[in-house]
């Protein structure tokens, strides 16, 4: 019985490496998306295993997105993505503490915008996507390259793929 399970386990293991590095960061955000959305449902239900679990899970996952960012990458789109990420992981954990959504909420709108963008650059240069998924209403305000269109290709192009 020991050797099926070890050996199903490998063979997911095999499948997951399998999958398109710019793929994986998608599903990354995708995730963090869920799991933000399970913290607040935790907080909002006052039930701080949900909350916690699923803010942890986060943390990791972002952490995970932090540590993908070529250390030698020094382009504006790099550094960008560092100081998002890292104000994030600074903040995430104190929702732990005073349980607070508007946190929660706005690590989800930044999370979800880079999503967005990774849709209309990464996947689509990766042949992932024909087109980019239209853009869902999510109150976002931020629009990180507003003033420079031409950036969005370098949030793919700063972030490693060597996953």
Not at 63 to 71: G, Q, R, V
Not at 130 to 149: C, G, L, R, Y
């Amino acid at each position: 019985m020991n050797s099926a399970l070890a050996t199903n386990a490998y063979r997911q293991s095999e499948v997951q490496s399998k999958i398109h590095p710019v793929k994986l960061i998608h599903l990354m955000y995708e995730r963090t998306l869920t799991l933000l959305e399970m913290a607040e449902k935790g907080i909002n239900d006052n039930n701080p295993q949900l909350r916690g679990e699923s803010l942890g899970k986060s943390i990791a996952i972002i952490t995970e997105l932090y540590a993908s960012i070529k250390e030698d990458d020094n382009s504006e789109a790099a550094g960008f993505l560092r100081g998002l990420y890292g104000s994030i992981l600074t903040e995430l954990p104190k929702v732990a503490v005073d349980n607070d959504i508007a946190i929660v909420k706005h690590a989800w709108k930044y999370i979800n915008r880079l999503k967005e963008i990774w849709e209309k650059t990464a996947m689509v240069e990766a042949g992932l996507l024909t087109s980019a998924p239209k853009k869902q209403n999510t109150d976002v305000e931020m629009d990180i390259f507003h003033a420079h269109p031409a950036k969005k290709s370098e949030v793919a192009a700063g972030v490693s793929v060597s996953i």
